[in-house]
C-alpha cells in the first residue's frame, strides 16, 4: 500500500502549485482523503481532508478560499490546488488516508496511511 505525492517546488508568492497524490495497493474509495504540511520547526498540520461526505470535509483556516481538493471517482489518484501561495505556506506537503475520517479533525495518530512528502517553497 502506497501513497505517493508529487508536484512540489520552488515558487513565488502569488504563484499556483497543484500537487499530485497516487495510490497503489488497495482501493481509498471508501477512505476520507486529505493533505498535511509540515513547516521548519513546526508541528504537522492538517490543511484539507475530503470524506465524501460534508461531516468529514475539513478545510484549514490559512488555506480557505486558495486551496482546493479534487480527486477521480475511485480516489487512486487525488489532488490539491494550491493558489495565491504565500511564504508561509512552505512547508513539506503529506498525503493521507483515513477509514473513519477522522484524522483532519482529532490529527495525525489518526492517519492510517501517509504518502511521502513533497516540498514546497516560496519564496517572497
Known amino acids: 500500500v502506497q501513497l505517493q505525492a508529487s508536484g512540489g517546488g520552488l515558487v513565488q508568492t502569488g504563484d499556483s502549485l497543484r500537487l499530485s497524490c497516487a495510490a497503489s495497493?488497495?482501493?481509498?474509495?471508501?477512505?476520507?482523503m486529505g493533505w498535511f504540511r509540515q513547516a521548519p520547526g513546526k508541528e504537522r498540520e492538517a490543511i484539507l481532508c475530503?470524506?465524501?461526505?460534508?461531516?468529514?470535509?475539513y478545510i484549514a483556516d490559512p488555506v480557505k478560499g486558495r486551496f482546493t481538493f479534487s480527486a477521480d471517482n475511485a480516489k487512486t489518484t487525488t489532488y490539491l490546488q494550491m493558489n495565491s501561495l504565500k511564504p508561509e505556506d512552505t512547508a513539506v506537503y503529506y498525503c493521507?488516508?483515513?477509514?473513519?475520517?477522522?484524522?483532519?479533525?482529532?490529527?495525525?495518530?489518526?492517519?492510517?496511511?501517509w504518502g511521502r512528502g513533497t516540498l514546497v517553497t516560496v519564496s517572497s
Open positions: 475530503f470524506g465524501g461526505g460534508d461531516a468529514n470535509t
Open positions: 495497493g488497495r482501493t481509498f474509495s471508501s477512505y476520507a
Open positions: 493521507a488516508a483515513d477509514y473513519a475520517g477522522t484524522m483532519c479533525f482529532r490529527g495525525t495518530k489518526y492517519v492510517d496511511y
